[in-house]
């Protein structure tokens, strides 16, 4: 019972606390002092509002006076350029030297002279051998696609048989060092100085120029063109060769046109030479990246795996081949040989089966390559199936790479007795080998 009456009398003087609490809160002074709170709050909101909306205001003018400004600069008419400055020097003297066309004169030969007597030339003068099939698909290359990759070990001659080649020619070979920054077209070709008023005109721009005027055969060497992304500087350069006509193929140097300007640029467009191949050296290490299937796919490949013997050659010469001729003679050989009903029985059977196996095809692209290629290697003295088991592993059996890994090791031997069923045990030896060499790197 005590317990209760004191519990009673807490509760009395907690009601007490809370009426005093109470009255005030509600006296009329605390009312007076909540009403000026509530006041100095709204005028605190008022002012920000009032500050935000004018720095928008100024925000809104400063842009609105920057787009007259930007208005204003493009309706502002061009400089006009100083007829007294050519801001092409090397181009404008290229045009001089070339104002009377001289008389060029060039050799007749065979595709399989060509390989032979270069194959003779590389060795005697340069000192430099190599096996006669790698020069037979380096020539049916060159029919096939204006980008030929090199690649290989370091040491086995990837940039020495391009130099080589242009020597032979008698037309030396223009070699580009790519470097690691390379990004874009103007890292190839130069730029315009807004200082200077020139422009920085690269050796390849030369080249490319002075190719414009002649008939020779021009070699371009992109050396260690991976050591930059290929498909970023190259860009330009792949998607035009990829223009059936080449009076089409014309390469921006620069935006606008001055009445100082070399005679074959074109509204500041310069035209990709149809007599200049470029040729890359590749190697696959750390310090490089992978070449893209775009250009994988564009390009023709050669590997160079392997040192060939030395040989003694008696004599030796130059060829100097026009790229007319060269071209008359790779369409002669297209022409006149055909890739027999057997070959392309056995093509569209390894085509099914791959397709089936690995989900991965021929395609449009590669087929074109194929019936162009091996009747040039043909011409060049070469077999049939060679040529077949070459273009094969370059173009087709590389995309394994892409595959599971696993699975083309558990599949490897497989493939590779199709081959022998299909083709013969003894042949298609590089397209079992690049399997098998797969399957063990998996």
Known sequence: MKQFVNTLAVFDDVNNFVKGLWESLTTPIAIIIYIVLIVAIIILLIVSIIVKERRFTKTVKHLRARRKQAAAAQEKPKEKADPGIKRF??????DERYAVQEMQRFDTVTLAELCDEFRNFAANKLGLYYDIGDIRKFVAGMAVSKILILQGMSGTGKTSLAYAFGQFLDNPSTVIPVQPMWKERTDLLGYYNEFTKRFNETLLLQKMYEAN?????????????????????????LSLLEIPDPEARMLEVVSDHWESD????????IKLPENMWFIGTANNDDSTFAISDKVYDRAMVLDLDKKSDPFHVGQSRTVRVSAEDFVQLVSAAQSEYEISSDTLEKLARLDTYLVKTFHIT?????????????????RCGGDELDALDDIITKKVLRKLKTQNTVYVRSMA????EFLDELFGADKMSISKEYVRT???NA
């Open 89 to 94: 020097s090397m181009l404008n003297e290229l």
């Open 362 to 378: 021929f395609g449009n692209r590669i087929m074109k390559q194929i019936r162009a290629f091996i009747p040039v290697y043909v």
């Open 438 to 440: 797969l399957a063990n």
């Open 262 to 269: 070399p005679k074959l640029l074109k509204e500041g467009r």
């Open 213 to 237: 005027y002649r008939r020779d055969i021009y070699i371009t060497i992109l050396d260690e063109m991976n050591i930059a992304r290929v498909e970023y500087y190259f860009a330009e350069f």
């Open 413 to 416: 031997e497989e493939v590779c």
